[in-house]
């Protein structure tokens, strides 16, 4: 699977006093769209820790395009933009309710051995799963 959404509403702990979200916060929602794209596949971030692997962001950007406010339900959508080797990208797209375009980014993640703290390649428990 290369493409997974996810939904989510707006906190009022995720706003400014205009009741518009903090810039800061789209970063944790492409991590909640990421981590359920991930779990998606039967692999969650607890299990590739137990197993030695840990996944750093090493890049993020984000474009912001629309205001989100309170109480908005946003759709986010990754998805994976190649075959992960040492590292994993990502393409992100935010709309609210309305099917309007909040925010689109992308990341890039590596694989890191937690024994060693070196880059390592992608597991193959999540390579066996994807639709490369």
């Known amino acids: 699977?290369?493409?997974?959404?996810?939904?989510?509403?707006?906190?009022?702990?995720?706003?400014?006093?205009?009741?518009?979200?903090?810039?800061?916060?789209?970063?944790?929602?492409?991590?909640?769209?990421?981590?359920?794209?991930?779990?998606?596949?039967?692999?969650?971030?607890?299990?590739?820790?137990?197993?030695?692997?840990?996944l750093p962001v090493i890049s993020l950007s984000f474009n912001f395009i629309k205001s989100a406010k309170y109480d908005d339900i946003l759709t986010i959508t990754v998805e994976l933009k190649k075959s992960p080797l040492v590292k994993i990208e990502f393409d992100y797209e935010i709309v609210n309710q309305n099917k309007e375009k909040i925010s689109t980014g992308n990341s890039v993640l590596a694989f890191i051995n937690m024994e060693t703290n070196k880059p390592t390649k992608c597991p193959d428990y999540i390579l066996e799963k994807l639709d490369f």
């Open 1 to 54: 699977m290369k493409k997974f959404s996810t939904s989510i509403r707006v906190r009022y702990g995720e706003t400014d006093q205009m009741g518009v979200v903090y810039h800061g916060n789209y970063a944790t929602y492409f991590e909640v769209a990421r981590t359920e794209w991930l779990r998606s596949l039967g692999v969650t971030y607890k299990y590739m820790e137990d197993s030695g692997i840990m």
